[in-house]
């Protein structure tokens, strides 16, 4: 599967997500033309899942510079993390990635 077609398979499945999560679409809604995290960082370091990319696409959306680190390689929906990486959301991990290049990519800052 190539990377833009999982990346589409990704956004398909976070609006999906999204549609199902009221509070944050309201919340999404609420400040759509303001960005008030603008100049905020912000680093997650948690299962990345359609659920999840709600979250970081919101807090993009009000202007954060947003970066996620796996909690556990094993629970990342690849698909998911290529759609958010599509988006300018920095993803470091990926669906099995070994312990020793997760902590690499965790260290450093970049995707294997």
């Keep these: 599967m190539s990377v833009a077609s999982?990346?589409?398979?990704?956004?398909r499945r976070i609006e999906l997500a999204e549609k199902l999560m009221p509070v944050c679409r309201m919340l999404g809604e609420r400040f759509r033309h303001e960005e008030p995290l603008r100049e905020v960082r912000v680093g997650c370091c948690l299962h990345i899942t359609?659920?999840?990319a709600v979250l970081?696409?919101?807090l993009a959306r009000w202007g954060a510079t947003v970066a996620?680190?796996?909690s556990n390689p094993l629970s990342t929906q690849?698909?998911?993390a290529a759609a958010l990486r599509e988006e300018?959301?920095?993803v470091y991990g990926y669906r099995g990635?070994?312990?020793n290049e997760y902590y690499e990519a965790s260290r450093e800052g970049s995707i294997a």
């Design 68 to 70: 996620l680190c796996p």
């Design 78 to 80: 690849d698909d998911v």
């Design 6 to 11: 999982l990346a589409e398979r990704g956004r």
């Design 50 to 52: 359609r659920e999840t």
């Design 56 to 58: 970081a696409r919101l």
């Design 88 to 90: 300018g959301i920095s």
């Design 97 to 99: 990635l070994p312990p």
